[in-house]
């Protein structure tokens, strides 16, 4: 089986969020199953002397404006496909936006590029190989299912099966309908039923209209989708379209995600010998400027700041969060507003709450580590990496009963605790009452020491690898080929 990723971010080369780290981390899977993988990305400014190792598959006059090779490399255990067209993706910073940040104008082309190359890829091959299915994650690749099935229509013989992953739906790359003829689209695949989105072009929706197989992150999203209240505007075509839909849980990388051999901790530790999480703690407190002198939980997040994820409520239950003797470290970058009142909350509640502003791969492992607790109160969320990171590190998740984090907690309710299967604390509705209560309920677990124990001996034996996703991906991908 040979299959070609096609995604915009892939860690650890350029990560704005979990797509990177899914896309960095199945395709090693994959292939230690004996699957082919190739991933296709950009070649932004970060790639660019992994691109210089490497070799030309296929060289294009001009690809919107300038001209453009595929690079054949090999990086991080991964074989890579990477597209070099300056003109298009050599730009500082932001991938996705420029230095005001707002979205590159020519994100619809950019992007467009990138499927149109990755569908030529799968009709054609490159370098000697040719992919059975393609998979394309998000918008950013969602013209690919368009285009293998423009190319069937048209007659093409033993084009690749296609599969569509959904990552994000609120994304979804709407952009002009006049780049249609640009972009190669014949307009026959402007329909309601096809890539026509309330007079846009959606890049998404093309993916979820002629994908062979559509996928999302966990099953309880791919349920979600389907209503108008997670659908945002899909649920229609997504519904019409459920016979291929399912959820795959995401996992998460177990190598670069191991408190035992985790080179950003102050000390490692396990399972087996959990000792070191109080020197973490330590040196995370410090990190933060928080007080030494509580005996409450230390909650964390890392998270963009986004309406997504809900962290909105979090400043409204904060207080409740401090009465109890809590206290809060914060890594986030994203709305300026929501930036600038996490700042606010932290000199008000100076020693208990600490917030940094930024992005930083070291200190969200850091967090992981001396944290006793991730705070994650989504009002949608896909799957979620980050409490799944929280299981391995022993850092129980406090979630909101939404997605893939429905899928991946187990509430510590009585019942629970009773069987002893308990990993976090779920709360729903997603509001900031039911937030302040669950912290609560947090703190007063922290307090009995033999609950606390069992709760985080349970989230660490919980697997969260991706062994079981990947065999679901292959069997998808060998049932779109049949
Ligand atoms: P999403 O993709 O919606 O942002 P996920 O939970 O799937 O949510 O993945 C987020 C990823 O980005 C995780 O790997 C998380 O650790 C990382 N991350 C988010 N914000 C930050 C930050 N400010 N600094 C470092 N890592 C971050
Ligand atoms: C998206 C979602 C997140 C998911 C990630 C990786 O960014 O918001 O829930 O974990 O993709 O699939």
Not at 60 to 73: E, F, K, M, S, T
Not at 126 to 146: C, E, F, S, T
Not at 427 to 444: G, Y
Request: a negative charge; glycine letters at 12%.
């Amino acid at each position: 089986m040979k299959v070609l990723f096609v995604a915009s971010e892939c860690a650890p080369f350029v990560k704005t969020g979990g797509l990177a780290d899914v896309i960095g981390a199945v395709p090693k899977t994959l292939a230690g199953m004996g699957v082919s993988v190739r991933v296709m990305l950009p070649a932004y400014p970060a790639l660019a002397e992994i691109a210089a190792s490497g070799e030309a598959v296929l060289e294009l006059d001009d690809l919107h404006g300038g001209p453009a090779r595929l690079i054949a490399a090999s990086a991080a255990g991964l074989d890579l496909l990477l597209l070099d067209a300056p003109h298009l993706f050599d730009r500082p910073g932001n991938i996705y936006l420029d230095m005001d940040g707002i979205d590159w104008a020519d994100n619809a082309l950019r992007f467009g590029a990138l499927a149109q190359v990755g569908a030529r890829v799968a009709l054609e091959g490159a370098g000697g190989w040719r992919p059975d299915v393609v998979n394309a994650h998000d918008w950013q690749a969602g013209l690919i299912p368009a285009y293998l099935h423009q190319a069937r229509e048209g007659g093409a013989a033993d084009v690749p099966a296609s599969v569509m992953t959904i990552h994000n739906i609120a994304f979804q790359g709407l952009v002009d309908a006049g780049l249609m003829g640009a972009l190669n689209l014949s307009p026959a695949l402007y329909t309601s039923e096809g890539a026509e989105y309330y007079g846009h072009l959606g890049m998404l929706k093309a993916g979820v209209a002629f994908a062979d197989r559509i996928t999302t992150v966990s099953p309880t999203y791919a349920r979600e989708i389907l209503t108008p209240e997670f659908g945002m505007g899909l649920e229609g075509i997504l519904g019409a379209r459920r016979g291929v839909l399912s959820g795959i849980l995401n996992g998460i990388d177990t190598e670069v995600w191991d408190p035992a051999a985790d080179a950003a901790l102050a000390a490692p530790y396990s399972a087996a010998d959990p000792g070191g999480k109080a020197a973490n703690r330590a040196a995370l407190a410090k990190r933060f400027d928080l007080r030494a002198d509580t005996d409450g939980p230390l909650f964390c997040v890392v998270s963009r700041l986004t309406g997504q994820k809900g962290l909105d409520l979090l400043l409204d239950a904060l207080p409740a969060l401090v009465a109890r003797g809590g206290r809060l470290a914060l890594l986030g970058s994203g709305d300026r507003d929501m930036e600038a009142a996490f700042v606010g909350a932290a000199h008000r509640h100076a020693g208990s709450v600490g917030v940094i502003v930024g992005y930083d791969e070291t200190l969200s492992h850091m967090m992981q580590g001396g944290a006793d607790a991730i705070l994650i109160p989504s009002r949608f969320e896909p799957c979620g990496l980050t409490q799944l990171y929280g299981l391995r590190y022993g850092t129980v998740p406090v979630v909101a009963r939404t997605g893939g984090l429905a899928d991946t907690v187990i509430d510590a309710n009585d019942a629970a605790l009773e069987a002893g299967c308990a990993t976090g604390v779920q709360f729903a509705p997603v509001t900031a009452p039911a937030l302040a209560q669950a912290i609560e309920r947090t703190c007063d677990l922290y307090a009995d020491r033999p609950a606390w124990e069992a709760i985080v001996a349970n989230g660490m034996a919980h697997p969260v690898g991706w062994d079981r996703a990947a065999r679901e991906y292959l069997t998808l991908y060998e049932d779109a080929c049949a």
